[in-house]
């Protein structure tokens, strides 16, 4: 079975340029999560989705971070206009409602450096 | 809100035991989960305890004490690939239902 699937891989912009990143959960998983993770630290959470609901996005920067997630299953997390402060690794994760809820699959994420 | 505390490095040798250590201060608390992350590599699940006590998976355990608001993860017969960081996660039932990750433990093994 496949893991969660991100794109790009890796993404190198200049400041106040756009940036999107395109995320597919496992197959199954309603639950869709934006983590960001800077250099030594843990992962935060940016927003949570159930099925195409945001469900948690109190820590999402909106004015400069948007989300979607059409139909319940793939989504994308844009950045317009990008700071320097942005660069950071982009996690997109999933989890199914069920007996293994508490597991979150993580995808290898989206490396987004500034300059 | 949460918060996690856990040591930011440990070293130790190849064949050794490690523990690495994790308080966490939280309301709603329903279970402590643990990660292991390679450089470069995807956060990946490793434990999951709920309830006091340890729990075992192969060389790695976890263990959770709901009254000290503290849990462990131990790794026996330590081997060279398990140098990564490691995460402890908190879940909670209200607000927020996405884990709420430390800052992570960087386990270097050495020869």
């Known amino acids: 079975e496949a893991g969660v699937v991100q794109s790009p891989r890796y993404k190198i912009i200049e400041k106040k340029q756009p940036v999107a990143f395109w995320c597919n959960p496992i197959?199954?998983?309603?639950?869709l999560y934006w983590y960001r993770q800077n250099l030594g630290q843990g992962p935060e959470l940016l927003i949570r989705?159930?099925?195409?609901?945001?469900?948690?996005d109190s820590q999402l920067p909106k004015d400069r971070f948007s989300a979607e997630r059409l139909k319940g299953v793939d989504s994308t997390l844009k950045i317009q206009p990008a700071e320097l402060g942005d660069s950071a690794v982009y996690l997109c994760a999933s989890s199914f409602r069920g007996k293994d809820r508490n597991t979150i699959y993580f995808g290898e994420g989206s490396w987004l450096t500034v300059v | 809100g949460q918060s996690l505390e856990q040591p930011s490095e440990v070293t130790a040798v190849e064949g050794a035991i490690v523990q690495i250590n994790c308080t966490y201060q939280t309301s709603g608390f329903y279970g402590l989960s643990w990660y292991q992350q390679h450089d470069g590599g995807a956060p990946t699940f490793l434990s999951y305890n709920a309830l006091d006590g340890l729990e075992e998976t192969g060389r790695f355990s976890s263990f959770l004490s709901r009254s000290d608001s503290y849990g462990y993860l131990l790794l026996q017969e330590l081997q060279m690939k398990d140098s990564a960081s490691y995460f402890c996660a908190v879940g909670v039932l209200t607000g927020r239902r996405a884990l709420t990750f430390g800052s992570g433990t960087r386990l270097q093994v050495q020869p």
């Open positions: 197959s199954g998983h309603n639950t």
């Open positions: 989705y159930e099925n195409e609901e945001a469900v948690d």
